[in-house]
């Protein structure tokens, strides 16, 4: 074939290929168009998942008659004009390729009206054909119909799904774009059924309530964070009990525009580290506000992605929004109860802020359920082993660490019972609490190892062994070694070369060592760990940068924590029960055990009065 130039069909086409990938495509290039003209009013409705049509209706500015023809042309858009323009865009849309792609690949009419005018315009095109623009009676605004999309492209129609699945992405799309536009009334139909009804005025909570689920409301903690030169996060951040299994429910957008980004994705994960388990996603609201030559939204052909001229600030921003978030707030679950057929049903565990939301409740008994047996103190024969044993646990240690020891037992807690040397049951104000004391202590030890590391820069207090350890090294290890050496001088273990490809670990934590961890296996273990990646980089630094830093030790912290802390079937005293309880109070996030399960479940009282008849 000789080389020629390509028809517009076919450049449209072929763009449609980026751009359009299935109906929702369709209405977010729509809604955008929408968004862009200012409308306050966007009404979208669907027929068969938006394969037989997508009709997308504003009260926007409309576009100009003489304008109509040009609105479908390729490359044409009211939007930027010179180079210059591109390096600060303020619409969504600016490639001028939205409705002329779409145009190429479906039947598509459009009607519009601008304010002022006598009657509006319409004009249609199928694939190529298509006729001029007539006048037509109608209301201010514009109304986009798009029908039987990809009827020439049959390649793209056989990847069409289920008109259901295809609707759950357009219902997707549409609620992320009216999340960030509160103030704007949105609706949604299928097949003449309307799917969502949001009003016009609401205000960002409200509107994120109104798309979230109202049960949730409770569980979400608004927050509010600046950096300089006008960059501002504004959010939501949902209770680690409302964690899901997919990121559908991280609500991301830049200046507006629904994104999706690794660097924040990563800001959110960390924010959220050791409150929910590494395979769960936060429920969370994340709006950036930035400067718009502040990034640059010229990545991606559908406009989904962005790039920061200063990622690490807006990493920061976003992690530290969140984060102040969920240390504002008691995290502690609630322990509820099902409902029976006479209200008085077997005692379940279920967080009560979304006992509605199947998924939530769900993603707890999941938790709950996959739970290391050992820890859920479930296993009798391990409890009853450990009984033997008189005076188990070095509490004590764990106050030394840190700050000074506190006195025990305290005042308000002394109403305190352990059951079957695993569960530790007191009372609060608000009603029964219920400690789980490996994922209590667990988090104390975490916290009291990271305040002593971190903030006081000193290094753990460690134990000269009387013959050294060996460990064998590979090439990988004996790199790891080296690049984790400050982490090990940190951690108060002493590593000396022991001939070709062994190392002899000459010191060991105190705290390891008296609680019967072995030196070679957990050098090993670490020596893996730094291998295998784990914790790259522990060269500090700003932004992303740092936060890979902690990452990093919050594994090892993670490692040594739980290696560290009481197990289950460990029988404590009263005096150091009331100092586990003593340190739930005065330590951060305490809510939840460094790997994110719940430290503690509490029984209100309003619970146990309906629960009993009482109210
Ligand atoms: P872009 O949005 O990138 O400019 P589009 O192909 O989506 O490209 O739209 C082309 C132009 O048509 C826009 O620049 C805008 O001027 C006009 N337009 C499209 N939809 C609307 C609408 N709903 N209301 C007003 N003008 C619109
Ligand atoms: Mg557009």
Redesign the pocket.
Known sequence: MPIRKLSPLLINQIAAGEVIERPASVVK??V???L??E?SMIEVAVEEGGTRLVR?R?D????PAG?MG???EQH????VAEPGDLERVG???????????IASVSRLR?V?RVRGEAEGVAIAREGVGGGGVEPVGCGF??V?EVRDLFFNVPARRKFLRSPGTEMGHISDTVQRLAMTHAGVEFRLSHNGRVSLDLPSGQGRVERAVAILGKDLAEGLIPFEEEAGGGAKVWGLAGEPSLARATGKAQHLTVNGRPVKDRNLQHAMREAYRGLIPPDKFPLVVVMVELDPSEVDVNVHPAKSEVRFRNAGMVHGLVLNGLRRALLAKDLTPKAGFGRGANGIGTPVLTPMASAESESASGAFVDYFKRMDPTQKGLVFEEVKREMAEVDPVGLADAAELGTPAMPAPVAGVERVLQVHNSYVVTQDDQGILIVDQHALHERVMFERLRARIIDQGQALESQRLLVPTVVDVDPGREVAAEQLAWLVGRLGIELEPFGKGKLAVQAFPSLLFDRGVEPGAFVGELLDKGQAGAFDDGKGGSGADASVVEAALSEVLDMMSCKAAVKAGDKLSDGELAELLKQRESIERSSNCPHGRPTTLRLSLKDLERQFGRS
């Open positions: 290039e729509l955008d168009n929408a862009d003209a409308a997308v504003d926007g500015k409309g576009v304008e040009l609105a479908l044409a858009t009211s939007k619409t969504l849309g600016f490639r001028g390729e939205a409705l002329a792609s459009m519009s605004g514009t986009v």
